[in-house]
């Protein structure tokens, strides 16, 4: 079975601070993209950070950087100089071999001033 | 501002009625998805279209719902005789057509329904 696990309910921060959001899945795909969502409160969704299977370089986006480990199937996210505006929801979420998303449970992150 | 809209976005309803939610797409996105968002969950995937044809039901997707995209534009998702079970926010998100799972979806604000 296709699976997403997202095992930290919650994370907290303090502004300026960096934090690691753990996800791991299962797939027996070779081929595929990997996405982390953010849903701020009362929100909609938002891209954060997309990676694609095939590159082994990790993608990065301004403060928002993912250390890929296709054989242990980890795709974490790094937030480097948390702000405020972090606070939210963060899914991870892939497509295993169609086009719906597959979400884990989501990561509530609380970042503090 | 061009993204994905939804109405209403909000609904209460008494159990046994029935609500129908609409999905406007970002316009060039020939892609539509539905998903259901439980409180403390990740959404669940519904259903989706490519341009006005239904290409997946999720098994969540019981007879009392129904979706449809007419002319591959708007969608709408229909809950007939409403259960308390429903209550949910109802997500849509749209891509445009790539490769199976390349392409990013664009998620609107979702409509939270409350079914007393």
């Known amino acids: 079975a296709q699976t997403v696990t997202q095992s930290q309910p919650e994370m907290s921060v303090q502004e300026a601070e960096t934090v690691t959001l753990s996800c791991t899945y299962d797939t027996s795909e070779n081929n595929y993209y990997l996405f982390w969502y953010k849903q701020p409160p009362s929100r909609q969704m938002i891209l954060v950070i997309r990676?694609?299977?095939?590159?082994?370089q990790n993608a990065t986006e301004n403060r928002f950087s993912v250390n890929f480990q296709k054989a242990a199937k980890s795709f974490s996210l790094k937030i480097s100089d948390s702000q405020l505006g972090d606070t939210a929801m963060y899914f991870c979420a892939f497509p295993p071999n169609t086009d719906k998303l597959i979400f884990g449970t989501g990561t509530r992150l609380q970042v503090f001033p | 501002d061009t993204g994905v809209s939804q109405n209403p976005r909000h609904k209460i309803t008494k159990r046994g009625q029935n609500v129908t939610f609409r999905c406007d797409p970002i316009?060039?996105?020939?892609?539509l998805y539905w998903y259901r968002q439980t409180l403390g969950q990740g959404p669940e995937f519904l259903t989706y279209f490519q341009n006005e044809a239904q290409l997946e039901k999720s098994r969540l997707l019981s007879d009392r719902f129904s979706a449809e995209r007419p002319k591959g534009s708007f969608s709408t998702l229909e809950i007939q005789r409403t259960e308390q079970g429903d209550s949910a926010m109802y997500l849509c998100?749209?891509?445009?057509?790539?490769?199976?799972?390349?392409?990013?979806?664009?998620f609107g604000p979702g409509t939270r329904l409350l079914v007393l």
């Open positions: 316009s060039e996105h020939n892609r």
């Open positions: 990676q694609e299977a095939y590159k082994q």
């Open positions: 998100a749209s891509s445009p057509k790539r490769a199976e799972g390349q392409e990013t979806q664009y």
